[in-house]
């Protein structure tokens, strides 16, 4: 049975699940589906064409599924997919995508987004992701599974954050940082591994000793990249998380790869 105040605005066309709760003033657009167990409490908005996965919970405020902020956004009727399990603080921004960009943002699930962050048009956001107090992604990121993105923290756009990656507080990104990497810095340099993450998600002893060995010996002043690719695939063939750096480095991108920060400070 669902549970809805007298005071929220749901309109018609709106599909609602479950064991849905709909708190004091919401307002629920037309092309809107909420799935099982979803909980937005007082205030919180939910528009365009949105589909919220089961028990997602939306805090008051947040502005979810109204249109991308991008110029050449003309009226086309994008998309915004979210995912399952995801806690959605006050004042969130989601937007959908544009016809530039695939016409769809998509959130994964087990996601927070704490207060004032912001997903842009076209984002891809992985699994068990998240956004501390006011980060922010610009369009067409992609951020993949358990990356954390710290407080105050601004991501380009078309950039790509790698899976377990961690992006320091009030780090500016203009360049993919590979997974397990941790960034930190305006602009944001490569400062090693996010070894804090890799611990809390299990790695064994061995699996992060490797990591460690195969980051030195990517980012190793001797060699060019690709050849120190090559190197570090046929050595750790065997690890996933040393290929999935790997692949990641090698993948399709507009962007270049974070780097290290040199000795000299370049």
Known sequence: MNDIHPTAV??????????????AFCSIG??????????LLSHSVVAG????GAN?????????GHPPQD?????EPSTLEIGANNIIREHVTMNPGTEGGGMVTTVGNNC???VGSHVAHDGIVGNHVIFANNATIAGHVVIEDYAVLGGLCAVHQFVRIGCHAMI???????????????????????AGLNIVGIRRRGFSRGEIADLRKAYRLLFAEEGSMAERLIDVSEM???????????????GDSSRAICQPRSEHGS
């Open 112 to 114: 927070l987004f704490m």
């Open 49 to 52: 064409n949105t589909s919220v």
């Open 236 to 250: 750790y063939k065997e690890n996933q998380a040393v290929m999935d750096i790997v692949d990641f480095i090698r």
């Open 56 to 64: 997602t919970h939306i805090y008051p405020f947040a502005s979810i």
């Open 71 to 75: 110029m050449k956004y003309q009226g």
């Open 10 to 23: 749901i309109e018609s066309g709106a599909q609602l699940g479950e064991n849905v709760s709909i708190g």
């Open 168 to 190: 320091g507080g009030m780090s500016g990104v203009e360049q993919d940082v590979i997974p397990y990497g941790s960034v930190l810095g305006n602009r944001a340099r490569l």
């Open 30 to 39: 037309p092309n809107v589906t909420l799935g099982d167990g979803c909980r």
